[in-house]
């Protein structure tokens, strides 16, 4: 399968080094608006210059492709992606699936309209801690879950798009946590309450900090507290979790999985505790691809021989309103019951 990736900035490395690696797929070309990325990346893949255009609408008319990989920034996802379903491509795009609610509408109406496949690159649920998570939770072992915390702390200092985005911590990152809370509970939110801020110190123009809580259709409620500007230690970025459970609790730390199992009661009238066995860790869950890897293989199985993905842009856009669900709530101050 011959794919035009547009965007090799940044992330597009992470893509360029899937695409060279994989067996399945290879480069028809390459699409980027600046000139600085295109010198520097055309020397360091050795990639002849004639293969690297200045728009998509002029690639697709000089080369043939098979499906386009969109690595360009949020506010460009829609615009790419509607002239590559246009063009009768199919569209493996970076997350978030677009920078504001209206142009991820206009995406999935595209998708829809067109019947061309759009997939969303939520790599952070192939990653090995986040599987070996689900699989503890997907055994039934602890049953249901009640509760759940999430903790994500980091203080990159990218420049570019971020520094200058409303609410960059939702709308670039915690989208993959969010999405990774569907994943986990099976199940999307019914409502959504939150408070942001920027801290005196960020290097941000947007608010860097925030505070959600979200009540799910299955009944856990979540707790997410994040900060892109943490001045300390940090958490991974899959972020640490704790599942609070029927039976026990499974933990995601520092990306190490641990579990505890509720063995009973203890204790006399008036004082009882409930007992738990040795934190225990989980081995990790053995992936044959992972992340970028594993969406690649996927997205080519889906444009090969139609079999369809997890993270179609039909399926994304709820993840995507968790996102704007709680910008609505940082701006009303009110609970959001969830509309997508
Ligand atoms: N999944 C992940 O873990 C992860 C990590 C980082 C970034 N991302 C996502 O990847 C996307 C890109 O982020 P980045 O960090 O690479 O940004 P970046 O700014 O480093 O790179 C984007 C590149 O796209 C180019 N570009 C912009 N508009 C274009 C257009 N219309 N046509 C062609 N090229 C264009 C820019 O010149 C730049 O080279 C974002 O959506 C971001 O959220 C995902």
Redesign the pocket.
Same mark, same amino acid.
């Given at each position: 399968m011959k794919v035009i990736q547009?965007? %090799?900035?940044?992330?597009?490395n992470?893509w360029i080094n899937a695409v060279l690696k994989s067996s399945e797929v290879e480069f028809a070309g390459f699409? =980027?608006?600046?000139e600085a %990325?295109i010198e520097e990346q055309a020397g360091r893949y050795n990639i002849d210059r004639s293969r690297i255009f !200045?728009?998509?609408g002029d690639a697709v008319k000089k080369i043939h492709a098979d499906a386009v990989i969109n690595?360009?920034?949020?506010q *460009? /996802?829609k #615009?790419?992606s509607c002239l590559a379903m246009d063009a009768g491509l199919p569209v493996l795009s =970076? !997350?978030?699936l677009a920078g504001t609610l209206s142009d991820a509408l206009a995406i999935v109406h595209k998708s829809d309209e067109t019947g061309v496949l759009h997939m969303v690159?939520?790599?952070?649920r192939y990653h090995v801690p986040i599987q070996t998570v689900k699989q503890v939770l997907d055994s039934g072992e602890l049953g249901k879950i009640g509760a759940v915390t999430v903790e994500f702390f980091k203080g990159p200092h *990218?420049g570019? *798009?971020r520094e200058e985005m409303p609410y960059p911590l939702i709308i #670039?990152m915690s989208i /993959?946590h969010f999405d990774l809370m569907r994943f986990f509970l099976d199940s999307n939110p019914v409502s959504v309450y939150g408070r942001s801020w920027n801290p005196p110190w960020s290097w941000y123009k947007g608010d860097a900090s925030a505070s959600v809580s979200l009540k799910f259709a299955n009944g856990a409620v979540v707790a997410y507290n994040g900060s892109w500007c943490s001045n300390g230690q940090e958490t991974p970025?899959n972020a640490n979790w704790r599942f609070e459970c029927e039976k026990g609790v499974v933990t995601l730390k520092d990306d190490q999985v641990y579990v505890e199992h509720l063995m009973g009661v203890e204790g006399s009238e008036g004082f009882r505790n409930s007992l738990h066995d040795e934190v225990a860790l989980v081995p990790p869950f053995a992936m044959e691809r992972e992340a970028q890897a594993y969406l690649l293989h996927e997205f080519y199985e889906a444009v090969t021989s139609g079999k369809a993905p997890a993270t179609t842009c039909q399926d994304n856009i709820k993840s995507l309103g968790i996102v704007f669900d709680v910008v609505q709530s940082f701006a009303t101050g009110e609970v959001v019951q969830s509309t997508v």
């Open positions: 547009v965007g %090799i900035g940044g992330m597009g992470a699409v =980027e608006v600046s %990325i !200045k728009s998509l690595v360009t920034p949020p *460009f /996802h #615009d790419v =970076e !997350k978030p690159t939520q790599n952070y *990218f570019g *798009f #670039d /993959h970025w």
